[in-house]
């Protein structure tokens, strides 16, 4: 079993910037991928960014990229997604997640954090 706690959310000005953090526990995660997605109520929660454990491989969604950088603290378990340029269209409850890195990019993930709040303002 894996458990994901996110932290970092809240509000924003269009243009600034928050960092997300997620705490990984468990006796397997390490074999694991991880990543974020995120959702708006009336949509479906859609893959944001993920990053693999055992190596600096990331991959980001279009709508993000040269804006957030995903990155991990092994040593600490933690990862963290950096967001820059913020848009009011990032507004969405943002969710860790692991799984295989190759199901994670497409959306098929084992495990979800609790999701935390990120409200840009314009």
């Known amino acids: 079993q894996v458990q994901l706690v996110e932290s970092g959310g809240g509000l924003a000005q269009a243009g600034g910037s928050l960092r997300l953090s997620c705490v990984a526990s468990?006796?397997?995660?390490?074999?694991?991928?991880m990543g974020w997605f995120r959702q708006v109520p009336g949509k479906e929660r859609e893959f944001v960014s993920a990053?693999?454990?055992?190596?600096?491989?990331?991959y980001y969604t279009d709508s993000v990229k040269g804006r957030f950088t995903i990155s991990r603290d092994s040593a600490r378990n933690i990862v963290y997604l950096q967001m820059n340029s913020l848009k009011p269209e990032d507004t969405a409850v943002y969710y860790c997640?692991?799984?295989?890195?190759?199901?994670?990019?497409?959306?098929?993930?084992?495990?979800w954090g609790q999701g935390t709040q990120v409200t840009v303002l314009s």
């Open positions: 997640a692991a799984g295989p890195f190759n199901r994670v990019v497409v959306g098929t993930v084992d495990y």
């Open positions: 468990g006796p397997t995660f390490r074999r694991y991928g």
């Open positions: 990053i693999r454990w055992t190596a600096a491989y990331t």
